[in-house]
């Protein structure tokens, strides 16, 4: 059975950082597309940052680039997103997805499909 567990939000300050993590098990990470989306209130969920399933390369939301770093540990099953200067429009729910084995949303074949429950980051001060 497919589980995504996210965890790692909190309140931090604007210009903090946070790391989120994704516990994955049931499939093994790397054969899968794989990503990390939010959902701010009042607003529709937008991805955020993804890894490519055909070659490994990451995708970066514009509004998250140069700030916001995607890893994932093949040996802990485990996906993370490293957030640095964070500001308050990051504010949101932030949802671990993988898509459906042979597809790669991240490169746009499919969607994702399996998804976490989420975990809320808050910045403010």
């Known amino acids: 059975q497919v589980q995504l567990v996210e965890s790692g939000g909190d309140l931090v300050q604007p210009g903090g950082s946070l790391r989120l993590s994704c516990a994955a098990s049931?499939?093994?990470?790397?054969?899968?597309?794989i990503g990390w989306f939010r959902q701010a209130p009042g607003k529709e969920r937008e991805e955020v940052s993804c890894?490519?399933?055909?070659?490994?390369?990451?995708y970066y939301a514009d509004s998250v680039k140069g700030r916001f770093r995607i890893s994932r540990d093949n040996a802990k099953n485990t996906l993370y997103l490293q957030m640095n200067s964070l500001k308050p429009d990051d504010t949101a729910v932030y949802y671990c997805?993988?898509?459906?084995?042979?597809?790669?949303?991240?490169?746009?074949?499919?969607?994702?499909?399996?998804w976490g429950k989420g975990t809320l980051v808050t910045v403010s001060s």
């Open positions: 890894f490519s399933s055909t070659d490994g390369s990451k």
């Open positions: 997805a993988a898509g459906l084995h042979g597809t790669d949303y991240c490169s746009g074949y499919g969607h994702p499909f399996y």
């Open positions: 049931g499939f093994t990470l790397d054969d899968y597309a």
